[in-house]
Structures are given as C-alpha cells and as structure tokens.
C-alpha cells in the first residue's frame, strides 16, 4: 500500500569532527574556507551558497537522533541546543536535491541542501563504509515516490528492489526514463496511487511533501483554467462586476497574468 513512513527512535551521538594526518604524519590538506560576504570567482552563485551551507553546517555541534530503523538512509532529528529549534532531515543519498529537510531555508532556497542536511551528512560519513553507500543512494525493497529539490522541483518515482514488473510497467504512464513525473500527468496522479495501493504484496511510500506539490500543480491548473473562462474575454461580463471603472487592454493583460499565476510582481 502507498503510504509515508513509520518513525521509529533511536538515538546516536555524533563525535566532533578532528583533523586527521596523512600518511609520513603530514598534516591533512585543510578544507578551502569560503567566504560569507564574498563570491569566489571560480564559482556559479548557486555553488558558492551550496558551499556555505556545507561549511557552516559541517562546524556545527546540533544533536542527531535517528528516528527510524535504518542506520544510514533514514529519517533524523536535527536539534540546535542553543536554539532548542528542531528539524526533520531525511537521507536518501549524497547528491544535491535527493535529501529532505523540513527547516524554512530548504524549502525556499531552490539549491537542494541546508545546513541541518550537511550536518546529518558529514556524521554519517564517520561511519566506515558510509560514504560508499550514500554515493550509490538508497536501494530498498519498497518503492518510493518523493519530491527532488533544486531549482526546478521534481516528483520521482524509484522502484524498490523488490518492484513487480507490472507495477514498473504501469509506472511508466506517468513517469519517464528518470523517474520524474510526466508534464501534464499530475491531474491524474491519484490513479497511479490508487493502482500502487492495490498490491498487498509491495509497499509503495509516498512522501507528505510530494503529495502536496503535486496538489499545488492541480490547484494552480484549476485556477488558471477558472480564471481564463471567467475573464478571458475583454468583453466578458465578469469584468465589469468587480470593477468600478473600465482598464486599459495592457492593465487588463497584467491583470490576468497575475491572477493565473496565483502570485507575481507586476513593474
């Protein structure tokens, strides 16, 4: 059945980080420290605030709890003791939008990481043989469906090990070759769900936050779809019922931009 997971607790302590030595006891090669007020030239904006977000999250002493029963690709607590603030960072492999974290900077920033993410990250790489697994990524049994985040947001679909073939085949009307969810097949996603639902035999986890972007890209649709039947004409009655004075063609245009778009700045 498609559903999100299941916490579990279990609490580790995460050491803090020490300089190691090289071989012939030479001192290791610090880490190249970036600059908070100044773009290094060799890097895109998007690089350099990644950048920072690894830095200053890998110097931070926050607590880490697992709060489910893998010991790597799982579900975490991020806790500020100085702040008491806490956050829930899910790991699912090392590369830039594959992870999740529910604090305010993640979910604006468009970069696919956060400082709670590259704290979570550089405890678990302590661990031997970590960082040969998060390079691979998570490879369970049950399938998962989630939200990838970057600059552009994506809904993916990743087979389990254990996919049936007809699950794998069907899944292919609604997401291509990547696993991403097909333009246009949002309006009709709760049917995938509802066929994933229908095999006892395998688990298919969706996420929260997938669930609710793929109801904001319907709801967005149903607007704009509402707002072009109802004021798509120039003459359309609607028009002269919310206004006092008639508008210009080009005030009337942006206008409608911004009202099928939900949200805009108009210069």
Avoid at 91 to 111: H, K, M, Q, W
Wanted: with cysteine; proline share 6%.
């Amino acid at each position: 059945m498609a559903r999100p997971t299941a916490p579990a607790t279990k609490r580790s302590s995460p050491p803090r980080s020490k300089a190691t030595a090289t071989a012939g006891n030479k001192p290791a090669r610090k880490a190249r420290k970036i600059s908070r007020t100044r773009k290094p030239d060799d890097m895109s904006l998007e690089q350099w605030q990644v950048e920072l977000r690894r830095q200053f999250g890998r110097d931070q002493e926050f607590e880490l709890e697992n709060l489910g029963e893998e010991p790597l690709f799982s579900d975490y607590r991020v806790t500020n003791p100085a702040s008491g603030k806490s956050y829930r960072v899910a790991i699912r492999g090392c590369a830039l939008g594959e992870n999740f974290c529910s604090c305010p900077d993640y979910a604006v920033n468009t970069l696919g990481t956060c400082k709670h993410i590259e704290f979570t990250l550089a405890r678990l790489e302590q661990k031997r043989g970590a960082k040969a697994q998060l390079a691979l990524g998570f490879q369970p049994a049950y399938s998962q469906v989630y939200l990838h985040y970057g600059a552009r947001r994506e809904v993916i679909f990743r087979p389990g090990t254990e996919c049936p073939a007809p699950l794998k085949r069907y899944a292919g009307r609604y997401f291509d070759d990547q696993g991403r969810l097909k333009d246009g097949r949002h309006a009709k996603f709760h049917l995938f769900l509802k066929k994933a639902g229908e095999n006892g035999q395998h688990e298919v986890r969706c996420y929260d936050d997938a669930l609710r972007f793929v109801a904001e890209l319907r709801d967005r649709e149903h607007l704009r779809a509402e707002v072009e039947r109802r004021f798509g004409r120039a003459d359309a009655p609607a028009w002269k019922q919310i206004l006092k004075v008639p508008l210009y063609p080009y005030q009337r245009e942006g206008a409608l931009f911004a009202a099928k778009a939900g949200r805009a700045l108009i210069a």
